[in-house]
């Protein structure tokens, strides 16, 4: 038999995933059309992230500057977002050609985004990275430092928070991460609540490819998924 291809592969697995999340927003007492999809493109051919545009992917993220500024003359029109760790110094590189950075994870890199949105003169639209198994290999925030960072981070000209991103730990389990999820929901209900100037807060990034369904039973306004629409990849990154 012949080996399937990446473009079918993706439209058996987007199918599937937009039936889960119709069934988990069920659940939440939500529709999917609530549910942001963001598929994980990293690694992915920008024919095949085309094909999944052109069959419904409206969001994407990508995970490194070098490889998201090389496929970016490519993609056809789509919301594009940043979700992996950034260095200070390719901040430049990437304000302005992203809709959200979902992956601020200190108040050092906020900084930096807030000085590069001001000379380019637009505000960015931010996610702080909450580093919630307070895991040692994991960037983000402490639970307990965000509050204290919304606060200072929102006094910065040239960045709006708009919610929190998160990655928990790797689980075997879907329902593993039920408890993380909860945490960091009631969290966003928190920061919505805190009063600041420059935020807007009505997003909450978390489920993955493992664990989407449970996420968004959780609370999750926005999934980001690679393997569950793509397949797995040939290299870890
Ligand atoms: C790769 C990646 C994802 C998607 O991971 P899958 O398990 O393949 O769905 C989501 N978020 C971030 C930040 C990623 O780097």
Redesign the pocket.
């Given at each position: 038999m012949m080996e399937k291809s990446s473009v079918d592969i993706f439209d058996e697995n987007y199918s599937r995933v937009l039936e889960r999340m119709t069934h988990a927003a069920e659940k939440a007492g939500k529709t999917a059309d609530d549910i942001t999809l963001?598929a994980?493109t990293?690694t992915v051919n920008v024919d095949v992230i085309n094909h999944a545009i052109k069959s419904g992917i409206e969001f994407i993220?990508e995970?490194r500057v070098q490889e998201f500024l090389s496929k970016l003359p490519d993609y056809y029109p789509v919301h594009k977002h940043f979700?992996?760790h950034l260095q200070t110094n390719k901040v430049k590189d990437i304000v302005g050609r992203v809709e959200l950075i979902?992956?601020v994870d200190s108040y050092h890199l906020a900084k930096e985004i807030s000085k590069q949105s001001v000379k380019k003169n637009i505000i960015s639209d931010i996610l702080l990275e909450v580093n919630v198994g307070d895991e040692q290999s994991k960037y983000g925030f402490s639970i307990c430092d965000i509050s204290d960072n919304v606060e200072k981070i929102c006094l910065l000209e040239g960045v709006k928070v708009r919610g929190l991103?998160a990655?928990p730990p790797i689980s075997d389990t879907p329902y593993a991460n039920k408890k993380y999820f909860d945490m960091l929901y009631k969290l966003f209900i928190d920061i919505r609540g805190q009063k600041t100037d420059n935020s807007s807060v009505d997003i909450l990034?978390m489920g993955?490819?493992?664990d989407?369904e449970t996420a968004i039973e959780c609370g999750a306004t926005m999934i980001?998924?690679?393997?569950?629409?793509?397949g797995?990849?040939n290299y870890i990154?």
């Open positions: 963001l994980a990293k993220g995970n979700i992996g979902h992956s991103m990655i990034s993955m490819s493992d989407y980001r998924l690679g393997t569950a629409l793509f797995k990849r990154v």
